[in-house]
């Protein structure tokens, strides 16, 4: 079974600094796909940034990017310029692809999470 | 822009009543997911449909929960009976067949469960 460890359960940051959110996972696969979700305080998770495993390339999405280390199995979330509006539960997740009777279906598992508070 | 809906966002019921839970995913996904979290934790996933057809129940307390989606559009969450335990949110999620850009799962806002 896949295991996603979050290992920082709360971090703080001022608005305008950088802060690193880490993520280590467990696996055999060699194809999977990494995600940070967003869920900020009473709202709906959200999609912050993707990684597919087979891809060299960290991601990046304007102020978020990725440090992606596939061998040592670590997917920190960089967060650059921190707003107010970042404040929230962050979440890695984890997705491989199961094939069962002739289709395929991902299946998502998520860490504990790390709340993010930045401070003005 | 279209979103998962899920129904109600609210409830409250004694312990050892039935409660239901209702999920609307966006238009033409074939996988939706349901998830409990319990506050300040990850969510954990309770039962994944693929169509109509359950792909994976391993977490779902068999004896007490049940879920269904029968033409494979929307779908239900049941406990009967309800224990304190339950209390958590139920979140639901949906997401398009395939690899690659459609593996993303879009959420609904939940539904948060108090068991009294």
């Known amino acids: 079974a896949q295991t996603v460890t979050q290992s920082q359960p709360e971090m703080s940051v001022q608005e305008a600094e950088t802060v690193t959110l880490s993520c280590t996972y467990d696996?055999?696969?060699?194809?999977?796909?990494l995600f940070w979700y967003k869920q900020p305080p009473s709202r709906q998770m959200i999609l912050v940034i993707r990684?597919?495993?087979?891809?060299?390339q960290n991601a990046t999405e304007n102020r978020f990017s990725v440090n992606f280390q596939k061998a040592a199995k670590s997917f920190s979330l960089k967060i650059s310029d921190s707003q107010l509006g970042d404040t929230a539960m962050y979440f890695c997740?984890?997705?491989?692809?199961?094939?069962?009777?002739?289709?395929?279906?991902?299946?998502?598992?998520f860490g504990q999470g790390t709340i993010l508070t930045v401070h003005p | 822009e279209a979103e998962v809906a899920q129904s109600p966002r609210y409830k409250i019921t004694e312990k050892s009543q039935a409660v239901a839970f209702w999920c609307d995913p966006i238009?033409?996904?074939?996988?939706l997911y349901w998830y409990r979290q319990i506050l300040g934790q990850g969510p954990e996933l309770l039962v994944q449909?693929?169509?109509?057809?359950?792909?994976?129940d391993s977490q779902l307390p068999k004896d007490r929960f049940s879920a269904e989606r029968l033409k494979g559009v929307d779908s239900t969450l049941k406990i009967q009976p309800a224990e304190l335990g339950d209390s958590a949110m139920y979140l639901c999620?949906?997401?398009?067949?395939?690899?690659?850009?459609?593996?993303?799962?879009?959420f609904g806002q939940g539904t948060r469960l108090t068991v009294v």
């Open positions: 997740a984890f997705m491989k692809h199961v094939f069962l009777g002739g289709t395929s279906y991902g299946k998502l598992t």
């Open positions: 990684q597919e495993a087979y891809k060299q």
């Open positions: 696996t055999s696969e060699n194809n999977y796909y």
């Open positions: 449909f693929q169509d109509e057809s359950v792909v994976d």
């Open positions: 999620a949906s997401s398009l067949r395939g690899r690659g850009m459609n593996t993303e799962a879009f």
């Open positions: 238009s033409g996904h074939a996988t």
